[in-house]
């Protein structure tokens, strides 16, 4: 089989790019070896995953189920040969991001670009450690946006947002690493969770940035809870009448947690929430968005539909204590 010059020009700008979005982004890109305290005193290994540095002096974003647990610490190991001892400054299992801060400065932070601007077919390039080896580069293109993926804190389950599917390989021990663009700005934090069989990445975004700058602020990420499990429903052809041929569906009450804000409020099970502090409400992932830090002890007026009756309810949200 002969190679055309053409498809030889191609394949070899294909290469500058990721050898070029590699030489600038595997120096922001740490190796995280990841210890418990155990029971006499000393240090268990209990994983491995990666970092981004953001700042230059020590503060390194992962995935939050690289270091979720009691008394994570470890090491961070860079490409200049540098290992620095690493502690957990926040983490927050709803999003899967946790916040580090290493004993070190000079770090070379990583570019953060924009998620929204990403489109379907985009070249990316994945950088982190998988199975331990350090400064692993992939490359592929963005296979779908909009994915949502479960995660889970104590009881309380949440769907990240807006996730990013790409073909570029990943495996355990990228978690934590950069997903750049062909211009090696960083659009996502790849995770790579057993059992969800795709190559995902937690976004770049506001809500993404939002979340980083409370946990290095505070440590945790505060948000509203209003007490319901739900699911997304049609609305009934009379309904969609009357609120306009834009709407096509609300959240149907499955559930409401005994002496919620919701039970407060009067919501019942199969209640159909369509909207929820003045905004339009139609898949649970709209429902979580409104639930922020500054809706906590707010009054959020929701307008329900409860058999023929449209109701005006009025919720005053709680923090939400996983």
Same mark, same amino acid.
């Given at each position: ?14 290469s500058r790019i ?93 570019? #953060? %670009? ?10 990316? =390039? !994945?950088? +982190?450690? /998988?199975?331990?080896? *350090? $400064? ?106 009357? #609120? %306009? ?10 559930? =409401? !947690?005994? +002496?919620? /804000?919701?039970?407060? *409020? $009067? ?51 709680v923090e939400l204590?996983?």
């Amino acid at each position: 089989m002969t190679t055309t010059v053409d498809e030889a020009q191609a394949l070899d700008a294909y290469s500058r790019i990721v050898v070029d979005v590699a030489e600038r982004l595997a120096p922001s890109v740490a190796n995280l070896r990841v210890m418990r305290r155990g029971r006499g005193g000393g240090h268990v290994p209990v994983g491995a995953g990666s970092a981004v540095a953001l700042t230059p002096d020590g503060f390194l974003l992962t995935s939050a189920h690289v270091v979720a647990g009691p008394g994570r610490s470890g090491r961070a190991s860079f490409v200049d040969g540098r290992e620095l001892r690493f502690t957990v400054v926040g983490v927050d299992r709803l999003s899967d991001l946790a916040v580090l801060r290493v004993d070190g400065d000079s770090l070379m932070p990583a570019v #953060l %670009g924009e998620a929204e601007s990403v489109r379907v077919g985009q070249l990316v =390039v !994945a950088i +982190g450690n /998988p199975n331990g080896f *350090a $400064g692993s580069v992939t490359a592929g293109v963005v296979s779908a946006l909009g994915r949502s993926m479960p995660a889970r804190a104590g009881r309380t389950v949440r769907y990240i947002d807006n996730m990013i599917q790409t073909d570029a390989a990943l495996n355990p021990g990228n978690s934590g690493g950069a997903l750049a663009t062909s211009g090696a700005q960083v659009i996502g934090i790849n995770t790579a969770v057993a059992g969800v069989g795709l190559g995902l990445a937690v976004p770049i975004n506001a809500a993404m940035r939002r979340i980083v700058g409370a946990l290095m602020r505070d440590g945790r990420v505060r948000r509203a809870y209003i007490g319901i499990a739900g699911g997304q429903r049609p609305l009934p052809p009379r309904a969609r009448e009357r #609120l %306009g041929s834009g709407r096509h569906g609300g959240i149907e009450v499955t559930e =409401v !947690a005994s +002496g919620s /804000p919701a039970e407060r *409020a $009067g919501l019942r099970a199969e209640d159909l929430i369509v909207s929820l502090g003045g905004e339009p409400v139609e898949r649970v992932d709209d429902v979580q968005r409104l639930m922020t830090e500054e809706a906590i002890g707010r009054q959020l007026s929701a307008t329900v539909l409860r058999g023929d009756q449209q109701l005006e309810l009025e919720l005053r949200p709680v923090e939400l204590r996983s």
